[in-house]
């Protein structure tokens, strides 16, 4: 499967990750785009909006708690455990879209969160912010200041947080190997972390079952899943 990297293996010292939704697709968690992405037919792309949240922050705080406890009741995949393994071997960072924490709950020391993370809930007004795996019966949840709050991510139209943006392209643009994993890198900016990992002559590896918008770039490509192809990539190490 890595065959065609075995000889470059002794020299990569530093390793990125760009992980999106399919990584945490066998651990149960839906994916966003094709017909994993519709819930009680409302499309994903468009609840995950500022406006879909202004309009009917009840539905989307519906949408929040299932996925909340779906979330919160799953279990990292050996796909998580690889990359939080190969730690041991070199030096690791993970850039992740995803919100679900599922990399930590692996192991993994350096992840940044692009998106934020659903385990936090903010304000939508005051500077509150607290972290709550509790169920929010009654929705949408008010904040002591009396506006609603929302859940810490980031929807459409909104900012990265700009100090972990700033740092997952400086983290990019130093890497030796860049693995993308389970994206369909069609939502930028995170979808531009592999031309800082390229201009920096780094290899590219895309693990995906499904052909993205940057395949034609890759280095390496595996067409199958990241809990199939992950532990593999790993063995490559433990050899050496
Ligand atoms: C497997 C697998 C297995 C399956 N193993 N693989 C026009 C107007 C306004 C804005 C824009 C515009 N044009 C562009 C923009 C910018 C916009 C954007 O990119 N839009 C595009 C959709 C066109 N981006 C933004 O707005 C971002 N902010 C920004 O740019 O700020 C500056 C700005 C400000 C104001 C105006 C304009 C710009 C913010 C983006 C935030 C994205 N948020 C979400 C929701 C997060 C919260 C939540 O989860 O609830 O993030 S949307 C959703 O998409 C989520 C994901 O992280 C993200 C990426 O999706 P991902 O992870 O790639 O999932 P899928 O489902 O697309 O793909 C899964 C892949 O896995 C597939 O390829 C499968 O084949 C594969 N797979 N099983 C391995 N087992
Ligand atoms: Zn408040």
């Known amino acids: 499967m890595f065959e065609l990297i075995k000889d470059d293996i002794d020299n990569i010292k530093k390793v990125v990750f760009v992980t999106g939704a399919g990584i945490s697709q066998e651990s149960g968690i839906p994916t966003f785009r094709g017909k994993d992405g519709l819930w009680r037919n409302h499309d994903a792309m468009k609840l995950a909006t500022i406006d879909a949240f202004y309009n009917n922050p009840k539905l989307v705080w519906e949408w929040y708690n299932e996925r909340r406890a779906n979330i919160f009741a799953a279990k990292p995949n050996p796909g998580h455990r690889a990359i939080a393994e190969l730690e041991k071997y070199v030096k690791v960072v993970v850039l992740t879209q995803n919100i679900d924490g599922l990399h930590q709950k692996a192991g993994s020391s350096q992840v940044l969160e692009l998106h934020g993370s659903i385990i936090k809930i903010k304000c939508s007004v005051c500077d509150f912010k607290e972290e709550t795996t509790y169920e929010i019966s009654k929705v949408p949840p008010l904040c002591r200041c009396g506006n609603i709050l929302r859940p810490d991510v980031v929807w459409f139209g909104e900012s990265l947080p700009q100090d972990v943006w700033q740092k997952a392209m400086v983290l990019a643009s130093q890497c030796d190997l860049m693995i993308i994993v ?59």
């Open 182 to 240: 389970g994206t369909s890198l069609v939502v930028s900016p995170a979808n531009t972390l592999p031309i800082y990992a390229k201009q920096n002559n780094a290899l590219l590896i895309e693990i995906n079952p499904e052909n993205t918008e940057m395949s034609s770039e890759m280095d390496l490509i595996i067409r199958n899943t990241s809990a199939i192809s992950l532990p593999k990539f790993v063995t490559l190490f433990k050899k050496n």
